[in-house]
């Protein structure tokens, strides 16, 4: 099988410090990943190679066959990579509607257009209100997206990072600071986005209820290396990976 | 932002650009300079503030592409008496200025930017000082005409009162804040606030950021070149100081007082500034200790400028 992305021993150093170890994966369209591990495992670092948002001190990364490695972020968004962020990232003082323009009008080539007020962008505009109904925020549309309550900026972000249509999209701890209530809001969400945008998800999470429910497989990395991967049965009954992470998790 | 121009705001500036228009008739020769003294700042810090309220860069080295556009249109109308040429020459080469030193500043955020801005407006002023045989050094350009409207074979129209001079920065001035107006309502003005309130966001959003800052960076030298190029036929001379980082104080200072957030905010703060100095230099030649000591208590009373008492902020 081939994959829509492929990382081939990605090394990241930060000083002394080998966050990320010559870890090879394949992410298939299609299938849920999740990748879990303790603090440090180098979970955000491998996304944020695989992003962009750093480059790999060695090793290289396939998107649909092409090499990405060292490719600008703005250009892998282009060609359908994108993602969400672990600490809260959203545009605070445009309003909801305005924050989901931006990807589009993006995507659509009409970022730079100078001289005609946005209303007229029409098609942009039907698109982001079209992504707000998907997330439930279309009554908010005119609200400054920073007012939002921690939640509704959690839905937003996802929005966000489902706008410019991306094939693969990296969620960094997608339900991290949110209710119950919201939390299932989010997963459901994203169950519901990977099947009607053809979008494949690859999630980052430290809650293993959610990681169980949603992943198709599942990732488990540590020290900066991939220690086990598979479907969620197999990694529940692995040894290795309940010694380092899951036993401390599920004692817990 | 979101909202549309309440219609109340509508006729407000509808009035406001009628009794400018009536000015020359009402008022005597020094309310008309002052009031063109006004405009051309009210044009240089709407520039600024496109990439200071807009894209959230602070540059101090507004007044380089300032110099440039006014010695530009200096040099041109010394050689050739034209005014377009002088003016368009004039905002053409503070654009060329400003799109070069830009590819090299708009790589830097922050202080990092304002330090690199700072720096480079005060390359522009040691050249004014320096290179003697182009600019005149200290002594400055002088003998600048006010030379007519001309479009060869065509038309000939003579600006040299002050009155009709008056009317060119005028209708200028209006066209410019107009283009301003409806840019930052378009896609661009959009994308260029969101790179203001998330650099990373914007990244991730597939908008090439620094691409972007660039023609902020560009436009707002544009406007600064503009600014520049209205100044020498209205005094007939050019000199250095116009290139000094004081200059570059003063987008920042007009803007800080009318307003960030707002998009009169500049216009209102270009007023407020030179009525502000009109006033206090009648009392004192000290006048800028006490236009500082307005200027904190007024920031400190509006923190967002004084527009910010008409605008709806959320919290």
């Known amino acids: 099988m081939t994959g829509l992305l492929t990382i081939e021993a990605a090394v990241k150093r930060f000083g002394d410090f080998v966050a990320v170890n010559g870890v090879s994966l394949t992410i298939l369209a299609g299938r849920l990943t999740a990748i879990i591990g303790p603090n440090g495992a180098g979970k955000t670092t491998l996304i944020n190679l695989a992003t962009g948002a750093l480059f790999p001190d060695s090793g290289a990364m396939r998107f649909k066959g092409e090499a990405i490695t060292r490719l600008a972020v703005h250009r892998r968004i282009r060609k359908g990579l994108s993602r969400s962020f672990q600490i809260m990232n959203i545009f605070a003082r445009l309003s909801v509607l305005q924050n989901l323009l931006v990807p589009v009008l993006a995507r659509r080539g009409r970022a730079g257009i100078p001289f005609h007020a946005i209303e007229q962008e029409t098609e942009a505009v039907s698109e982001a209100r079209q992504i707000l109904r998907e997330i439930g925020l279309l009554d908010e549309e005119n609200v400054p997206a920073g007012t939002l309550s921690h939640g509704d900026q959690r839905l937003l972000e996802l929005g966000i990072a489902v706008a410019p249509a991306p094939e693969l999209c990296f969620l960094d701890e997608p339900s991290s600071g949110l209710t119950p209530v919201e939390r299932s809001r989010v997963l459901e969400l994203i169950r519901r986005l990977s099947g009607e945008r053809h979008t494949t998800f690859v999630i980052v999470e430290h809650d293993m209820d959610v990681v169980f429910s949603l992943a198709d497989w599942i990732v488990v990395m540590n020290r900066g290396e991939v220690l086990a991967e598979g479907p969620p049965a197999e990694i529940r009954e692995n040894r290795a990976v309940r010694e380092v992470y899951l036993g401390e998790e599920l004692s817990a | ?315």
């Not at chain 2, 074979?153 to 005028?170: I, K, Q």
Request: net charge positive; proline share 6%.
């Open chain 2, 1 to 315: 932002m979101p909202g549309r121009l309440p219609s109340r705001t509508a006729i407000l500036v509808v009035l406001l650009v009628l009794a400018l228009f009536l000015l020359p008739w009402v008022a005597g020769k020094y309310p008309v300079y002052l009031t063109i003294q006004i405009l051309i700042l009210a044009v240089f810090s709407i520039g600024f503030n496109l990439l200071f309220g807009y894209t959230g860069l602070l540059s101090f080295g507004q007044a380089g592409f300032f110099a440039v556009g006014a010695y530009g249109c200096a040099k041109i109308l010394l050689a050739v008496p034209n005014l377009f040429l002088g003016i368009a020459g004039g905002v053409a080469l503070a654009g060329v200025a400003a799109l070069l030193l830009g590819m090299l500043s708009v790589r830097h955020t922050r202080i990092y930017f304002s330090m690199l801005t700072l720096a480079f407006g005060m390359m522009i002023y040691s050249i004014a000082w320096k290179w003697r045989d182009f600019t005149g050094g200290d002594d400055g350009l002088v003998g600048i005409p006010r030379a007519p409207l001309e479009i060869p074979g065509l038309m000939s129209l003579s600006v040299a009162t002050m009155e009709r001079y008056y009317y060119v920065v005028l209708v200028l001035s209006l066209a410019a804040i107009a283009a301003m107006h409806r840019l930052v309502r378009s896609p661009l003005g959009l994308t260029l606030q969101a790179i203001r309130d998330s650099e990373t966001r914007a990244e991730f959003a597939g908008v090439p950021v620094r691409k972007y800052r660039l023609v902020a960076f560009t436009v707002a030298g544009l406007y600064a070149g503009l600014a520049g190029a209205l100044l020498p036929p209205l005094e007939n001379t050019v000199t250095p100081p116009i290139a000094h980082w004081s200059t570059s104080a003063e987008p920042v200072l007009a803007t800080l007082l009318g307003g960030v957030h707002a998009f009169s905010g500049p216009i209102v703060g270009a007023f407020l500034f030179f009525i502000i100095k009109d006033i206090i230099v009648r009392f004192t030649e000290y006048w800028l200790i006490w236009f500082g000591v307005i200027v904190v208590a007024l920031v400190m009373g509006f923190p967002g400028g004084v527009m910010s008492i008409f605008v709806k902020r959320p919290k």
